[in-house]
Structures are given as structure tokens and as C-alpha cells.
């Protein structure tokens, strides 16, 4: 079970995956991969095993996206309702992080072969300290690679990520390193987990489920979103092929839509500056994290 997986694609495979390429392909993809637990009952394993099976599905799907030419892909590994769950499976979960965040080091040439970088999204503050320390080692390991982008939302939820993001922009207030005045929807993108990316184009949710859970709200408000009953470890490439091509129809209409509406306003030199300074306050406290 890695984080790169490469295994041989059928013909037939291949042939779809090229007809699909001569469209238009999503730079950033995000999965709510559900239905682990609902897969273990059903093939009569323990719920760990559910799980293992979906990390594995993980590195296959990453596999399908850089085949297709998807550069971004953020996924739903744990979010802070999951702390709610028995301590047992909670136990389960982070005995899974630890093994699979341990083996960044394992991978990390092959890692940095296919240029995987891993950034972990969410509040590190509430996850033990071994595992906030692997996090942070493996994100830094990891942050040069750049031709795919692997963000894991751990410890996530929307409403923590936008709270945060407001508690640093009044910090910032307080501090005058900007004013009320330059509040903005941009100020608060930027303030986000998510800054350094830009938002999916497609969300794809397994399970049969319809509700987004608390998960990149602010970041999918335009976005195309799939839900499709198949069980997240059972999830293939079909599945995939489907929802691209999905999106695919609906393109020009999409576009016609950023057009008409989306204006991007720039940053002022003030606000990029308290941007930046909170981006470099974040990468100080991942090194330290690193050490502790
Ligand atoms: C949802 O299924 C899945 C999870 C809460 C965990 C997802 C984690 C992985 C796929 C492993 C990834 C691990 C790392 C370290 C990246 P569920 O438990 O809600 O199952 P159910 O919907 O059938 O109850
Ligand atoms: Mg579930």
C-alpha cells in the first residue's frame, strides 16, 4: 500500500483515458472518500481493514489523476467530527496516519521522481504530538516536489479552516497590519488552509451520500459535484472517467459563467504583505512542529 502507486493500465484503459485527455481536464480534483466502514461489513472484514483498503484506493486514484493530467487533488482522510467516533476507531484512524505518514520517508524518492508534493490541510493543534511531528516532517520533505499536488484534509472542517482564517485577519487588525477597510473575500481565500490553491473545478463524494460534511465550503461554491453510491474502496477508474467526462459537457457552459461573473480583484501591497508574513508564520510553527 503506498502513496505512488503504478500499476499497468488495460488497453482499453489507456484508449479512454487518451479520448478523454482531447477535452478539458480539471487542474484540481477534491474526493470525500466515504463508505470504508460500509465496505468492510459488506466483505466481512474489520472496520481497520475497510479503512487500509481505502488508503490504498488512494494511491490508485492519484495514479488515474496524474495519468489524466489532473495536477491537484485534495482529499477528506479525517475530520474533527471523526473525533466523535469510539476511541477505538479514532485509535485505528491515527494508527493508519502514522503508519502511512511514516512512509513518505519510505517513499520519498519515488515521491520525488513523480513530483508528489503532500501538504496536509486542517488543525494540527488537536492531533497528537508523534503524528503533528510526522506531518509536518513529511510536508517538508515533500514541498519542493511540484508537478502534483496531494493536499490530505486531516483534522479538517470548513467551519474550523473559516473560523481560524477570521481569528488571523482580527489578529492582523489588532496588530494594524491591515484595517477593517481591507476585509475582503480574497483576504479571507488567502487566509484559508487552502491558500496556496486554487479552488476544484469538481468534487466527487462516494457512498450514496449528499451533503458536503464540513468539507472545502467555502472553496466549492462553484464547483461541479458528483455523488455516485459506489463505496469509496471499491471506487474505479470508470468512476472517474465518468465524472471528467461529465464535466466535461457542462465546460463551455461553466466558462461562460467565470466569465460573466468572476472579477478578480489583486491583493494591496499592504494585505499581501500580512499574507505573506502569516504564510511564513505558518511554514515557522511546521518546523517547528518538525523539531518538537
Ligand atoms: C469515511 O468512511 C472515511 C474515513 C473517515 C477515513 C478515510 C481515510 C482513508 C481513506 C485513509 C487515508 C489515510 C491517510 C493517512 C491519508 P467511513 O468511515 O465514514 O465509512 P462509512 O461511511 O461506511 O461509515
Ligand atoms: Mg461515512
Known amino acids: 500500500m503506498s502513496w505512488v502507486t503504478n500499476y499497468p493500465f488495460t488497453l482499453l484503459q489507456k484508449f ?16 470525500i472518500m466515504d463508505g470504508n466502514r460500509r465496505y468492510a461489513t459488506k466483505t466481512n472484514v474489520k472496520k481497520a481493514e475497510g479503512h487500509s483498503k481505502g488508503f490504498e484506493k488512494l494511491g490508485e486514484c492519484l495514479q488515474w489523476c ?3 493530467g489532473i495536477r491537484e487533488v485534495t482529499v477528506y482522510a479525517f475530520s474533527i467530527e471523526n473525533f466523535k467516533r469510539s476511541k477505538e476507531e479514532v485509535d485505528t484512524l491515527m494508527q493508519l496516519a502514522r503508519e502511512k505518514f511514516q512512509k513518505v520517508f519510505e517513499e520519498k524518492d519515488k515521491l520525488k521522481e513523480e513530483g508528489v508534493c503532500i501538504r496536509v490541510i486542517g ?3 488537536l492531533l497528537p504530538q508523534d503524528i503533528r511531528k510526522l506531518i509536518a516532517e513529511a510536508m517538508l520533505l515533500t514541498k519542493d516536489n511540484n508537478k502534483s499536488i496531494l493536499n490530505v484534509a486531516f483534522s479538517y ?3 474550523d479552516e473559516i473560523t481560524n482564517s477570521i481569528k488571523e485577519i482580527v489578529d492582523g487588525v489588532n496588530q494594524n497590519l491591515i484595517d477593517v477597510e481591507d476585509i475582503s473575500e480574497e483576504l479571507i481565500s488567502n487566509c484559508l488552509y487552502t491558500h496556496s490553491s486554487s479552488n476544484p ?10 451533503r458536503l460534511s464540513d468539507f472545502l465550503l467555502w472553496q466549492v461554491s462553484e464547483s461541479e459535484i458528483f455523488f455516485t453510491d459506489v463505496l469509496w474502496p ?32 489583486p491583493l494591496t501591497k499592504k494585505v499581501q504583505s500580512f499574507v505573506d508574513q502569516l504564510a511564513k ?3 515557522e510553527q511546521l518546523e517547528l512542529y518538525a523539531k518538537s
Open 16 to 31: 479512454c483515458m487518451n479520448v478523454i485527455k482531447c477535452g478539458p481536464i480539471p487542474s484540481h480534483l477534491a474526493f
Open 234 to 265: 471499491e471506487f474505479c477508474i470508470w468512476h472517474l472517467l465518468g465524472c471528467v467526462f461529465k464535466y466535461q459537457r457542462s465546460y463551455n457552459y461553466l466558462k461562460k459563467f467565470d466569465y460573466q461573473y468572476k472579477i478578480e480583484k
Open 66 to 68: 496524474r495519468e489524466l
Open 281 to 283: 508564520k505558518r511554514f
Open 201 to 210: 473545478e469538481v468534487l466527487i463524494r462516494t457512498s450514496g451520500e449528499v
Open 123 to 125: 488543525n494540527l493543534s
Open 157 to 159: 472542517t470548513s467551519s
